[in-house]
């Protein structure tokens, strides 16, 4: 059987909410798509326990569509690493550009290079 969310209900709105998020990581930071989904709301009809269920997926899923002026190279995997794709070596080298080192099992410092989110208000 399918699980009842493989897609947010309004994949458009959550895509724009999770593309700002992620216009807010500074440079030299990284944040995962946990991380991301954690920051957002659950959209309106999904309770709090399928939203944990599936949301860092839906991040994912909304990364790989996003326009140019989301810095999607912040965004990496759980473990601090970036996840196997085409396009994987760029995402690391624009990070080292920004002065984000990776050790030599190619995961990133969460705690050195980690975003918290934006400030609270």
């Not at 991380?35 to 839906?58: E, H, K, N, T």
């Not at 990070?95 to 030599?104: M, Q, S, T, Y």
Request: net charge neutral.
């Amino acid at each position: 059987m399918c699980p009842q969310f493989t897609s947010p209900p309004d994949p458009t709105d959550f895509e724009m909410q999770v593309w700002e998020m992620v216009r807010q990581v500074p440079p030299g930071k990284v944040t995962t798509y946990g991380q991301i989904a954690a920051l957002l709301s659950p959209p309106a009809g999904v309770d709090m326990a399928r939203y944990r269920a599936f949301a860092a997926r839906w991040v994912g899923g909304a990364m790989a569509r996003c326009p140019d002026s989301v810095p999607w190279q912040r965004v990496v995997n759980a473990q601090g690493q970036i996840s196997p794709r085409p396009g994987a070596e760029m995402q690391r080298q624009l990070l080292e550009d920004e002065g984000v080192i990776f050790n030599e099992r190619g995961r990133i410092d969460l705690k050195r290079f980690g975003w918290e989110g934006p400030p609270q208000a």
